[in-house]
């Protein structure tokens, strides 16, 4: 019997997909490399009760992913939003958070910032600065504490399938449970079922809010590799840059040293955060 249905867990070859009904099936992929990831929908073949067979994935809307010269790593699909969590403590990184927005941009996704943990009102001040550049070009930012007010959170979660990233100790996890009060049970569920008497978040797995929201919690993150994207890509993805792309004097300008550069000229200005523009270059210089 073939079924459609979401993947709400991945776990190496081992996918649970939920069915219309709610019900969920422990699945695996068809052939030896799989390509899935977390929020695709799927076609499966069921096997068993309990079991069935991925044969083929839907379109996808969006494909998060991250990349290095080696390999690649899917950590979501079809989302419309992506939520960088931060907290006052500990500290966050600002390349980091300019990887993730890099990444949710080449997919046309929606990009809110949460600086978490902003009970620990002393250190409000020093964690909300950096995200002032952010916030500049037109990217929300939302202060709130997961373990006080999460829901604050609810209004912008509506409509759309929202992942959650981040470095870890931001406090993705707390919030999840803080908004999800079966998460820890659906979380140990599905550890259960795929063996892996694990309850951190080691892979990706969706939550849903209703029936019009919903939750992906991916693993804490340390980098976040763009080798799959082009210079060209990465450039369309600062906002401050597009409206200077094409204006320079040279039509394969890289925006480092040629003249009569139009981003090296606003960048004189102070149009251009140096923050910012480091990171673009360094970004270019890593896909070489």
Same mark, same amino acid.
Request: charged residues 20%.
């Given at each position: ?14 996918? #649970? ?12 992929? #068809? ?15 069921? $096997? ?6 991925? $044969?083929?994935?839907?379109?996808? #809307? ?6 290095? %010269? ?11 939003? /992506? ?23 080449? +997919?046309?996704?929606? /990009? ?8 620990? $009102? ?18 929300? /930012?939302?202060? @709130?504490?997961?373990?006080?007010? $999460? ?15 981040? +470095? ?15 998460? #820890? ?13 694990? %309850? ?8 849903? @809010? ?16 763009? +080798? ?12 401050? @840059? ?12 890289? %925006?480092?040293?040629?003249? %009569? ?17 480091? /990171? ?9």
């Amino acid at each position: 019997m073939k079924l459609t249905g979401t993947v709400v867990a991945a776990y190496g070859r081992q996918y #649970r997909v939920e069915l219309a009904d709610t019900t969920t099936l422990l699945c695996f992929p #068809r052939g030896k490399k799989s390509a899935i990831a977390c929020g695709d929908r799927v076609i499966v073949e069921q $096997s068993s009760a309990n079991q069935g067979v991925i $044969s083929s994935i839907e379109a996808r #809307r969006t494909l998060l992913y991250r990349s290095d %010269h080696f390999k690649q790593k899917l950590i979501a699909a079809n989302v419309t939003q /992506v939520i960088v969590v931060v907290a006052t403590e500990p500290a966050f990184s600002d390349e980091l958070i300019t990887r993730c927005i890099v990444a949710a941009e080449s +997919q046309d996704i929606k /990009v809110l910032i949460v600086l978490n943990k902003c009970d620990l $009102s002393e250190r409000v001040a020093a964690a909300r600065a950096p995200l002032a550049q952010y916030e500049k070009l037109g990217y929300p /930012v939302m202060m @709130l504490s997961a373990t006080q007010d $999460s829901a604050l959170l609810l209004p912008h979660l509506a409509g759309h399938l929202s992942l959650l990233i981040g +470095q870890s100790g931001m406090g993705k996890s707390t919030l999840i449970n803080s908004l999800i009060p079966d998460a #820890r049970a659906a979380t140990r569920e599905i550890s259960e079922a795929l063996n892996t008497g694990k %309850h951190t978040t080691t892979h990706s797995r969706l939550y849903r @809010l209703g029936t019009a929201a919903a939750l992906i919690d991916s693993p804490g993150l340390t980098e976040f590799g763009l +080798q799959h994207l082009s210079s060209e890509d990465i450039a369309l993805a600062f906002l401050e @840059l597009r409206p200077l792309l094409g204006k320079c004097r040279f039509r394969n300008c890289r %925006h480092d040293r040629e003249p %009569h550069c139009s981003v090296h000229t606003a960048l004189g200005h102070g149009d251009i955060d140096p923050r910012r523009y480091a /990171v673009f270059r360094s970004l270019c210089a890593e896909i070489g």
